[in-house]
């Protein structure tokens, strides 16, 4: 039977810091003929041969598309990447479906002492103040969607992330 191959990403954050590591995983394809031998491409170029390929520690240039191909035909929809060089992320997960339970994440600098972080939906406060760093959202659907961002402080002035947009597939 074919399958056509998916990517997935461990962790599960589609953009990530400069100088972390992520591990992407071609999954499915082929099961005809011994089973499939896997080709990555970056933004169309290829770059890694194998199931997984790892970025041990990431640049801005890694930033782009991937895909994974097991067979001539058989390729993944692109799963993108971003590398950023800043503060504050906000990381959320590559794929989010209808109907899924998700936490979106601040994340920042391990140089930057937080006391608080604050989220937003839409240029709209959704969490004030809080000492966690991540935001449940529950039983994902149309309502869900929006641009997210969230923002960071301590003794010293407040530092806004990036904003991402979610929806759901």
Same mark, same amino acid.
């Given at each position: 039977?074919?399958?056509?191959?998916? !990517?997935? $990403?461990?962790?599960?954050?589609?953009?990530? $810091?400069?100088?972390?590591?992520?591990?992407? =995983?071609?999954?499915?394809?082929?099961?005809?003929?011994?089973?499939?031998?896997?080709?990555?491409?970056? @933004?169309?170029?290829?770059?890694?041969? %194998?199931?997984?390929?790892?970025?041990?520690?990431?640049?801005?240039? +890694?930033?782009?598309?991937?895909?994974?191909?097991?067979?001539? %035909? *058989?390729?993944? @929809?692109?799963?993108? &990447?971003? !590398?950023? +060089?800043?503060?504050?992320? &906000?990381?959320?997960?590559?794929?989010?479906?209808?109907? +899924? *339970?998700?936490?979106?994440?601040?994340?920042?600098? &391990?140089?930057?002492?937080?006391?608080? =972080?604050? $989220?937003?939906?839409?240029?709209?406060?959704?969490? +004030?103040?809080? @000492?966690?760093? *991540?935001?449940?959202?529950?039983?994902?659907?149309? =309502?869900?969607?929006? =641009?997210?961002?969230?923002?960071?402080?301590?003794?010293?002035?407040?530092? @806004?992330?990036?904003?991402?947009?979610?929806?759901? *597939?």
């Amino acid at each position: 039977a074919t399958i056509r191959p998916a !990517v997935t $990403f461990s962790p599960n954050y589609k953009k990530i $810091f400069t100088t972390e590591s992520i591990t992407m =995983t071609c999954d499915g394809g082929s099961t005809i003929g011994g089973g499939p031998n896997y080709i990555w491409s970056k @933004d169309n170029s290829p770059v890694h041969n %194998g199931k997984s390929y790892t970025i041990q520690s990431a640049g801005t240039s +890694d930033s782009g598309s991937y895909r994974c191909q097991t067979r001539p %035909g *058989e390729i993944s @929809d692109p799963a993108r &990447l971003d !590398v950023s +060089d800043g503060y504050v992320i &906000l990381q959320t997960p590559l794929y989010v479906y209808e109907g +899924d *339970e998700i936490h979106i994440r601040c994340h920042h600098r &391990l140089r930057y002492n937080v006391r608080q =972080t604050r $989220f937003f939906k839409d240029n709209r406060v959704i969490r +004030d103040w809080t @000492d966690n760093a *991540e935001y449940y959202i529950g039983n994902v659907d149309g =309502t869900t969607a929006g =641009t997210y961002r969230c923002g960071v402080k301590n003794s010293r002035p407040y530092i @806004d992330g990036d904003a991402v947009s979610v929806s759901a *597939e």
